[in-house]
């Protein structure tokens, strides 16, 4: 009889015993089993199973269990490893959401800019519609924020002894209302209608030069700059953030 039948019956007996080095040997002579077909000394251990599920049958096999210690080793090393690289995706995940939310924080940024950039096309339409009714109602007072070509017109008419209609005024509402649009546009990101508003309010400051209101020409220049960065900043963000904006 072969090694692994002698341990097949040795595991069911009263007798067995454990020997770091040897295995499975017989209790009552201290040595690994010599019988040929059945042990005479067998005694039925009815706990047998639950004792000896504990071990690797192939380790008490080779007679050690060095083998299933090892294994068992190797288990735990390898979900450590595993433990590890779920570690390193995860520390991955939060660098990406990081850097994602560092973007999300740019992109808001620069949006901002664009839409003040914007603003000032829908502030001066705005202004512009106030000075028309104030110079057509008779009043003194006019802001210096308006449209050149407006103004232009407004004076024109009141010149004309023409003020009193409110036709008069379709021109200004018309003119005013382009540029709303070019502020309404620019904050939805076109960038033609930003630029033709920005190509036209520079020349609607030349009408200023004409007339050497040096203090309107001035805040054209300021609004200018306003313009032109929110522009910029448009330009910048539809080439470096594409990701943001599909």
Known sequence: MDRKHQITICKECSHRKFDKNKGLICGLTDDIQSFEVQ???FSKDS???????RYDERSIERGSYEDAIERKNERLEKELEEKKLQNEILKQEINNNSVKQSSIQAYSSELKRINSGANWFIIISVLSIINSILIHSGSEINFIFGLGSTTLLDVLIRDM?????ILWLIPQFIIAGLFFFFGYAGKKLSNSAYL???????????????FKNYIAIGFHLFALFGMVNGFSKLLKLKKERKDFLE
Do not use: M, P, R, V
């Open 39 to 41: 042990c005479d000394s």
């Open 47 to 53: 706990n047998s199973k639950s004792i000896l599920d």
């Open 161 to 165: 002894g023409e003020g009193q209609s």
């Open 196 to 210: 033709i508003g920005i190509i036209l309010y520079s020349l609607d400051a030349l009408i200023f030069f004409l």
